[in-house]
């Protein structure tokens, strides 16, 4: 299971969304594994994702890359955002080249992993699906906000402070990206989509 399973969105802007997060199983291959998480992180990183981060340091809008590679432990969960199908492609091919030996998850429309993992010569072997949601559904923020909260699988941005910003962006405050930026820095594992926000909210700031 994954906490990247519940991003809303059209086809066309999921098509632009990439999650891609490694990590060791607890239970088997867990003890040493810091620095295969390091050399999983280097690979990855290097093709400068939108967004990366660790749990437990935070993402790259509040902490270091070297913070996060100081910091790393036998639990740590590295994730990377991307935009670009085309650098998924080729961080896989890396990923399949260096043979680490530990989990990788890919997120986003699955007719396009699956299709990236086959140029990249690795089968899909586990694919997971949002059930989606239940209960109170009335209760939740409206689409648009509904598309950048969901960005963050833990649910650590406020659909208050989304349309806060999108106000501020409206009278000049403050630019889209900036406000991307300070959404960014409330999704602590750093799996929310920066670009992706900047897009929703400038579109939001001229329509209200």
Same mark, same amino acid.
């Given at each position: 299971?994954?906490?990247?399973?519940?991003?809303?969105?059209?086809?066309?802007?999921?098509?632009? #969304?990439?999650?891609? =997060?490694?990590?060791?199983?607890?239970?088997?291959?867990?003890?040493?594994? !810091?620095?295969?998480?390091?050399?999983? =992180?280097?690979?990855?990183?290097?093709?400068?994702?939108?967004? =990366?981060? #660790?749990? $437990?340091?935070?993402?790259?809008? $509040?902490?270091?890359? %070297?913070?996060?590679?100081?910091?790393?432990?036998?639990?740590?969960?590295?994730?990377?955002? =991307?935009?670009?199908?085309?650098?998924?492609?080729?961080?896989?091919?890396?990923?399949?080249?260096? #043979?680490?030996?530990?989990?990788?998850?890919?997120?986003?429309?699955?007719?396009?992993?699956?299709?990236?993992?086959?140029?990249? +010569?690795?089968?899909?072997?586990?694919?997971?699906?949002?059930?989606?949601?239940? +209960?109170?559904?009335?209760?939740?923020?409206?689409?648009?906000?509904?598309?950048?909260?969901?960005?963050?699988?833990?649910?650590?941005?406020?659909?208050?402070? !989304?349309?806060?910003? !999108?106000?501020?962006?409206?009278? +000049? $405050? *403050? *630019?889209?990206?900036?406000?991307?930026? %300070?959404?960014?820095?409330?999704?602590?594992?750093?799996?929310?989509?920066?670009?992706?926000?900047?897009?929703?909210?400038?579109?939001?700031? $001229?329509?209200?």
């Amino acid at each position: 299971m994954t906490h990247t399973l519940h991003r809303q969105g059209s086809l066309l802007d999921l098509r632009e #969304d990439f999650v891609v =997060f490694s990590m060791a199983c607890q239970s088997v291959n867990a003890r040493g594994s !810091v620095p295969k998480i390091r050399k999983i =992180f280097e690979i990855i990183e290097k093709y400068q994702p939108v967004n =990366f981060g #660790d749990v $437990k340091t935070g993402n790259c809008f $509040k902490a270091t890359k %070297e913070a996060m590679e100081g910091n790393f432990q036998e639990n740590s969960y590295i994730h990377f955002v =991307f935009t670009s199908r085309e650098i998924v492609g080729k961080v896989l091919r890396d990923l399949k080249k260096a #043979d680490v030996g530990l989990s990788v998850v890919v997120s986003g429309v699955v007719n396009d992993i699956d299709q990236l993992c086959r140029q990249a +010569g690795l089968k899909v072997h586990t694919v997971e699906f949002s059930g989606g949601i239940y +209960g109170r559904t009335d209760r939740l923020t409206e689409g648009p906000v509904l598309e950048i909260t969901t960005m963050c699988g833990h649910g650590l941005i406020a659909g208050n402070l !989304v349309r806060h910003l !999108v106000k501020q962006v409206r009278k +000049g $405050k *403050k *630019k889209a990206e900036e406000a991307a930026s %300070e959404l960014a820095r409330q999704c602590q594992c750093g799996v929310f989509n920066p670009q992706r926000a900047r897009h929703l909210i400038e579109q939001m700031s $001229k329509k209200e």
